[in-house]
Structure formats: C-alpha cells, structure tokens
C-alpha cells in the first residue's frame, strides 16, 4: 500500500503521481469547454497555419504574417500550425493541448520549488493552488492564449534547467536554460523576465557575485539576438509591453499592480470594486504590505530565503505587464496574470507549509485546505466557464445564419455592430472574414472586408434577443440603435473606404457609447456600383448576421 514515506523516497513515483494529478485535476475543472469551438484571434492563427509557406517563415514575419508590426511570436505560430496538421478544425484537440500545457506548467512549478526548496510537498501545494485559482478560465478556455500557456512553460522549465546547472555546476544544464528561455522569448515577449529567474536562483544559493555576473553574460547576448531578430521581423525595437508602458504614469502601473494583485482570487465586478477601494486608500494598501512583510518575516524563522525569493519573482514577472489594462466592463485580461499567477500560487503554498509544518497530519491539512480552496474557486469558475460556452454558442449560430445573407460573389462586406465579449468571453472582435472562408459556411468565398470595432455588450439575458433597431436618417446616414439601452463598446471613430462609423456619446473611462452612426462615403460608392461591386454592412442581432446595402 502507497504510503507517505514511499512518495519521500520514490522520486520517479512521485513525479509521476503528481503529473498525473495535476492533468485530471484541469480536466475535471474544464472539461465542459473541450467543445468551444474558435473565438476571435483563434481564426487568424488558423488563417496562418492553413495557408502559410515553410515553417522557418515564421521567424522572419510578425505573428500575422506580415512584418509590419504587431506581435513577434514565431514558436506560437509553429505550435498552432502543428495543432492545425493534427486537427483541423477539430476545437477539442486544441483544448486539450492547452489542459496539457496547464497542467505541465503545474509540474514544472512543482520541479521548480521542490528542488529550490528541497520541499516536494511545497511544490505540490503550489501547482495544486495555481490550478485552483480562478483567474486562470480565460487562459485555458480561449484557444489563442495558449502563447502565455507555452511562454509560461518554457520559462518555468528554463528556472528548473538553471537549479540544475547551479546545483550540478554542468554546462549542458546551462545551454538547456538558456535555449529553453530563448523559445519562450520567441513565444511571448513575458519571457524577458528569465534574466532575472536566473539571477534569484544563484542569490538563492549564495551564489558569488563574480560567478553571477560571469554567467549574465550569455543570457544578456541572447536578448539581444531576439531583440534583433524582432526588429527585423517587425520593425518593433521594443514590444506590445514596453511601448505601452512607456505612456503609463507610475499611479497607473501602481493601479494595474494591485488590480491584478486583488484578480488572483476574485473576479469582475469585485475585482474592480476591491482595486478601486485600495487605489483610493493608497495609505492602508502600503500600511497593509508592510504588515504583511514584517509578518512574513517572522513567520518564515527557518525559510526567509524562501520568502524572498517568492515575493522577488512575483514582482519581477508582473513588472513588465503593469503597463497594459483589463477591461473594465468584464473579466477581459485576466491572461495578463499567467505567469506571475505561478508565483503567487507558491507564495501561498510556502505560508501553508510554515502553518502547517509543526503537525502530524500535514498532508491532511494540506489535501483539506485545497479542497476548501476549490470549494470557494468553484463557483467562480464556474460561472466564467459557462460565459465561454454560451460565447461559443452565440459564435457557432451566428456563422450558421451567414449562408442566409445571399451576398454575392464580388460583395464588399463592412463588418459593424458584432459582439466583441460576453463578460470577458470572446467572440467576434477579429477575423471574422477569415472565419467565414475556413468554415466554408457558403459556396461563396469572401474576398474584400472591413470592420469597425464597435460592439454591443452582450449578457446572458440578451443574447438571443433583437440588439439593434435600425434607424435611416438620410440617405447618407444610418444609425444601429441598441434596444433597451443597451451600451456599445469599443472605438469613438472607425473610418472605412465606404464610410465613416462613429460611436455616439462616448465615454472615454469605459470606452462606450450608446449609438452607432454610418455616414456613407458617397463618391465611394458610386465608384463601387459603376464598377458592379455591392457593398454591404453587415451587424449582429438575435443571435444571426444581418445585413443593410449601402449601394
């Protein structure tokens, strides 16, 4: 009979049994959303994958295929297109490669604190916590946040790579550290914090400082490569993260920092109401940080190290993602915090583990405190797992009702008024053209789109429902009026080659307004109909596409 003492000695067992764990724990949690099907961005990586040349391509090109701008992430774009080769677009094969990118970077933070710490239960407790903890739905359900899932991966195994070679003192650990940090560079623009990774694990070890230096040299060669390799693919020095940061006041980073401090462990609507509470009483927050320090530093007598370490990681590896913002209007964002949410989750198990230490039953207080953790998680999860459900229905029946259009071959289709989110659950906000081609939902292709970011704000009340009541107020001038109130999100001003769309009464705070106003460009469309191309805006109501001819 398996017992206590066998997991100590056995190491093989103990890995095995943990890995185990860890995947039908994330299954058991998610697996109603194994059959969401694709949502937003998930359509352009299809795009690329089902259409792109020779896989070294994506090295030289941004995440779109281009190399203008945008994201450079050439190892995502590889791991989507051999998604893609083995299942089409089969959605359940590529929910379930994300239960298995979870539930491995659950593993590794176990590797990770085990070794560190010389403390398997302390790993346990902290892959365990991170996969209870809420705020991880949005990355395991929305198939295109398996970037963060595989950077995230990649970075954790680099951390267990560098233990390694500090304890071992091998080269070949070293060379694994750092390729593996590398491609989670070539992933996610997050994995720059690696660096750093590194530096606390030789401080952890009382690691001299020559030594520490000496072995900062190659890491700091490899950013450079991949900031080289980026500029040439995209003509971006600096990423998404560090242009946005750049624009943000130290308050806002500040607000951001405990924003998502607070989005560990609660979620949208209270995750604003506590953020905005302690931004306000910036005094109680820091007198509350202090006390939770000077706490900590008493309670941890035998493992400050471990302590320090922890804290030090969770800062380093949301520095980089305080410059960007959650949406406020619902649990939108809640990717941002993947990766610290690692640290956080081992802070945790490192405060259970010195409550707990001095008793005889601490593998039963510890099993008692997860279940009771997943019982408070529970409903949270719950709840944003059936958001992304229904987010997939409304999708799935909205292209079902595309075929109903009859638009013709050489249509020009403006896309305007289609829901972006329900509650942070995605839908329509990209590539929806694209969507229409892959899922081949009418024998005629569509060739020539654009859109206008504009979206209703969806609920679990209206999503069948008519949103929008048409309006001509001229015969240049359209308005999409949302029924009951409804608010709009999204862009103040969108101008497209037939017209320009404007979202009435905007408010800047929450990036909404209240009308949808289509003011035709008439040259334009004389220019389309001499030439026999129809043009078409087509918006979103009662669950199906509609359309309005502009010409």
């Known amino acids: 009979m398996l017992n206590f003492s066998q997991l100590k000695k056995n190491l093989l067992l103990r890995d095995s049994l943990v890995a185990i764990f860890f995947f039908l724990l994330v299954f058991f949690l998610y697996k109603s959303i194994i059959n969401v099907g694709f949502l937003s961005d998930d359509w352009h990586s299809l795009f690329i994958a089902a259409n792109e040349g020779p896989v070294w391509k994506f090295f030289t090109t941004n995440i779109i295929g281009s190399r203008v701008g945008s994201t450079y992430a050439p ?15 089969g959605s359940w094969g590529f929910h379930l490669v994300s239960f298995l990118l979870v539930a491995l970077g659950a593993f590794l933070l176990y590797k990770l604190s085990a070794r560190l710490f010389n403390d398997w239960l302390v790993g346990f407790l902290a892959g365990s916590i991170f996969l209870l903890m809420p705020s991880q739905v949005e990355s ?15 970075f954790l195994a680099s951390l267990v790579a560098y233990e390694r070679f500090s304890t071992s003192k091998k080269w070949k650990s070293y060379v694994l550290a750092l390729f593996l940090a590398f491609l989670s560079l070539l992933t996610k623009e997050i994995g720059i914090t690696f660096i750093a990774g590194f530096v606390l694990i030789d401080l952890y070890k009382k690691t001299p400082w020559k030594i520490v230096l000496k072995r900062l040299i190659a890491p700091v060669l490899l950013i450079g490569v991949y900031f080289g390799l980026r500029f040439y693919a995209t003509g971006i020095l600096f990423g998404y993260y560090a242009q946005a940061q750049s624009g943000k006041s130290l308050l806002e980073m500040m607000k951001m920092f405990i924003e998502m401090t607070v989005n560990l462990f609660f979620s949208y609507p209270e995750r604003v109401i506590f953020a905005t509470w302690f931004f ?6 820091i007198l509350l940080a202090i006390i939770f320090l000077v706490g900590s530093y008493f309670i941890f007598k035998k493992s400050r190290k471990q302590l320090f370490y922890t804290v030090a990681m969770f800062l380093v590896t949301s520095f980089p993602l305080l410059s960007v913002a959650y949406n406020s209007l619902g649990n939108e964002g809640e990717r941002y915090l993947y990766l610290p949410s690692f640290f956080a989750a081992l802070l945790g198990a490192i405060y259970l583990r010195a409550i707990i230490s001095k008793s005889h039953q601490v593998v039963v207080l510890s099993f008692c405190f997860l279940l009771l ?9 719950s709840v944003k797992k059936n958001n992304w459900i229904l987010a997939g229905q409304v999708v799935e029946s909205g292209f079902k009702s595309y075929p109903t259009l009859s638009l013709p071959a050489n ?39 654009e859109r206008a970011l504009m979206s209703p704000i969806l609920t679990k009340d209206n999503f069948d429902q008519e949103i929008f009541l048409v309006r001509t107020l001229n015969d240049s001038t359209i308005q999409l009026i949302p029924t009951a109130g409804a608010l709009i999100t999204g862009l103040p001003l969108v101008q497209t080659k037939y017209g320009q769309a404007t979202l009435l009464n905007f408010n800047k705070q929450y990036q909404t307004g209240e009308i949808i106003q289509f003011e035709v460009n008439k040259p334009a469309l004389t220019e389309a109909s001499k030439n026999g191309i129809p043009v078409f805006l087509v918006y979103f109501s009662a669950g199906s596409f509609r359309t309005l001819t502009l010409n």
Do not use: C
């Open 280 to 285: 306000k009483h910036l005094l109680v927050y």
């Open 140 to 154: 395991v359900a929305w198939i295109s946040v398996q970037l963060h899932l595989l950077a995230a991966v990649l």
């Open 411 to 449: 249509a020009i289709v403006i896309f305007i008024g289609l829901p972006d989110h329900l509650q942070g659950a995605q839908m329509f906000r990209n590539a929806t053209k694209e969507a229409i081609n892959l899922l081949k939902v009418s024998p005629i292709k569509l060739v020539e789109s």
């Open 373 to 381: 953790l997943g019982a408070l998680s529970w409903p949270q999860i």
């Open 75 to 89: 190892m995502w774009n590889v791991l989507f297109a051999g998604e893609y080769a083995l299942f089409g677009l």
